[in-house]
Each structure stands twice: as structure tokens, then as C-alpha cells.
């Protein structure tokens, strides 16, 4: 039985730059490189021809504009005075209007007074502004207190809310009041201990960015009753932890139970008349915390 004998293959050409190796010749130049690392030598010596260029012209222009010893400013030419119109026949003379040479008219310059209505101008600082940052339960939610920013981040448990003060706080952002509204996308993963946990230090981090602390309490959650329980005993826990831990606390679980309006047939969100509600109830918590 005869055997059967595998094709010869010749050696394998390598690149002496990049060590790349191939069986085709057709990769390679006649200096031993292929073709991509003559490609990039190319490339490098133009762009090194391109830089001696612009370092000669730059050099050229500098010397161009540079100011000659001893040269003397031209002077302004001195204006010629007009001709003598001859008289014209029948006794009628030309009579033209003489200019002053570019005389400019004089302004009299009024001091502007600047005066702002809402705010007189004065030396202290501007005050810091009020920032609201929470989940979508805060998508409606507006408040006409000046200087407030109300920032919603739909799905944010108490984790994400405290990765976005971490990025406020690197432009040194600091603020007057935070309130926070999260914890209802926590209470759903059935760790009740780890969201006290998160709750605790998205709280204590935003006590280095601002002058007071707020949390704003969750909603009566009605999907379910494993739902309803959980979030009544966070409700619970908040309105304990906070004032032991010198943070302000807004009761909202009060003003929306047994008001079917109040909340979105979904059982979570809140209608708009339920965002109104949430809002008079963060304006009346930061007029009676102002000194």
C-alpha cells in the first residue's frame, strides 16, 4: 500500500523589524522587512521632513517679525493744504467746507450703575445651592426654592446615588443642603441589612459635600404585601436612624397612605398631584431647617 507523502513546504520568510514570518514571498520587499514595516518607515520619515519644515518656517517668521536696530517708525504724512479755486466768470466762486483733520467728537461718560433686584450686590458669598438627587420617584418633582437642582436617576439604589456625589465632589462641588430619596429599588433584592448599610454611608459621605443632610422617605409600596411589609419596616428603621445620626427626616409614608390618587396604578410612582405633594413637603422641610 503505497504511503502518502505530505506536501513539502519551504521555509518561512521572518521580518528582521517586526519578526512577523510568512510563506509568501509577496509580504516582503527586497530589504528583508515587510511590506507594513516599510509602510510605517515611510510614514516616520515624512513626518520627521514635515517637522524640520515647520521648524523652518516658524524660525523664519520669527525673524521676520522681529524689529530692526536703529529703524525709525515711518511719519505720518502731513496733509497738503487744498488749492486756491480760481475765480469762476460771472463773479460766482466755489465756496467748499474745510475739515478739521480727524477730530474725534468728545463723549462724556456716565458711571453705569449695576443693580440686581432679587439679590443686592454685596462682599459675602452667594449661597449654596440645594441639591435633590434620588431615583425616578423624583421625576416630576420641582421646587421653586432658588438654588435648588433636582438630579432623578431612574433605577438608582443607594449605591449609585453615592458614586454620583463621589463625581460631584471631584469639580469640589459643595452644597447648602442634600436630600436624598432612595431605598425602594434596594428593598426589592430582600437584603434589608445591606441596604441599612448603604443607606448609613450614602448619607455620611454626603455629610463631606454639604452643610446638612436630609432623607426623604420612601413611598407605601402596594404591589405586593412581601413589598408593602418590607418597605413599611424600612420606613420604620429611616425615621429612627436618621435623627440618631443628625440627618433630617421627611415623612412621606403619612401624607400618601390610603390616597389611591396620590400614586400611579403601577403601585410605585407617584402621579403628578403625588410629585406635588413630595415637593411642598421638601419645601416646607428646608424653610423650617433655614435659620
Partial sequence: M????????????????????SYSSSSFSENGKCIKCNLFVALEARV?????????TEKSVIVSKSPVAGAVPPKAAVASRPPVVPEQPGGWVTVRRRHSPKQKPTVHHQPLHVSNRFSPLS??????????????????????????????????????????????????????????????????????????VNVSSVCEYAKTMSDSVIFSGPLPNVTSDDMYSRMSSFHRWLSRWCPDNNVGFINNWTPFWGKP????????????????????????FISRSNP
Fill in 2 to 21: 503505497a504511503s502518502l507523502s505530505s506536501p513539502t513546504l519551504s521555509s518561512p520568510l521572518s521580518c528582521s523589524v517586526c519578526q512577523m514570518f
Fill in 48 to 56: 520627521s521632513d514635515l517637522e524640520a519644515r515647520y521648524r523652518t
Fill in 123 to 196: 462682599d459675602t458669598p452667594a449661597e449654596r445651592p440645594t441639591l435633590v438627587i434620588g431615583s425616578s420617584i423624583l421625576r416630576n418633582v420641582k421646587l421653586a426654592t432658588p438654588g435648588t437642582i433636582v438630579k432623578c436617576i431612574p433605577g438608582a439604589r443607594a449605591g449609585d446615588i453615592e458614586s454620583n456625589l463621589k463625581l460631584l465632589a471631584k469639580d469640589k462641588r459643595r452644597y447648602n443642603k442634600i436630600i436624598i430619596h432612595v431605598g425602594g429599588n434596594d428593598t426589592r433584592l430582600r437584603q434589608s441589612e445591606v441596604t441599612k
Fill in 261 to 284: 390618587g396620590l400614586i400611579r396604578r403601577d403601585g410605585i410612582h407617584p402621579t403628578l398631584d403625588g410629585a406635588a405633594l413630595i415637593s411642598r413637603n421638601m419645601a416646607k
